[in-house]
C-alpha cells in the first residue's frame, strides 16, 4: 500500500506561483511513474503533468505546458509540481497519484492505483 499526502496549496493571486508537494509513504514510488491531476467544481478530473520513474521524461497538458513544472526525487520518495503564471482557470484541487505498474508516460487515470486526498489550490483575478 501507498499513502499520497499532498501540501503546498493555498491561495495565490493571478501570476503569482505555488508549489505542490506529494510525499508517499508505506512504499516507495521510485519504480512508478507520478502524476498530477486536478478537478474544478463541475467538472471532471483531468491530467495535469506526468513524469517518468526515473525522472527523465514529462508530460504536459496543453493549458499549463511552458508554466507548470513536475519533478521528483526518489531519494525523499516525493514529487513536486512547480507553477508559475497561475491563472484563475487554474483554480482546482490538485491531486497527486501513482501508477505503480508503469514505469513510463501514463495519462489515463485508471492506470493510477494510488491518490492522495488533494489540496485546493484558487487562484484570484
Known amino acids: 500500500q501507498v499513502q499520497l499526502v499532498e501540501s503546498g496549496g493555498g491561495l495565490v493571486q493571478a501570476g503569482g506561483s505555488l508549489r505542490l508537494s506529494c510525499a508517499a509513504s508505506?512504499?516507495?514510488?521510485?519504480?512508478?511513474?507520478m502524476g498530477w491531476f486536478r478537478q474544478a467544481p463541475g467538472k471532471e478530473r483531468e491530467i495535469v503533468a506526468v513524469i517518468t520513474a526515473s525522472g527523465g521524461s514529462t508530460y504536459y497538458a496543453d493549458s499549463v505546458k511552458g508554466r507548470f513544472t513536475i519533478s521528483r526525487d526518489n531519494a525523499k520518495n516525493t514529487v513536486y509540481l512547480q507553477m508559475n503564471s497561475l491563472k484563475p482557470e487554474d483554480t482546482a484541487v490538485y491531486y497527486c497519484a501513482a501508477a505503480p505498474k508503469f514505469r513510463y508516460i501514463v495519462v489515463h487515470t485508471t492506470a493510477y492505483e494510488y491518490w492522495g486526498q488533494g489540496t485546493q489550490v484558487t487562484v484570484s483575478s
Open positions: 508505506g512504499r516507495t514510488v521510485s519504480g512508478a511513474a
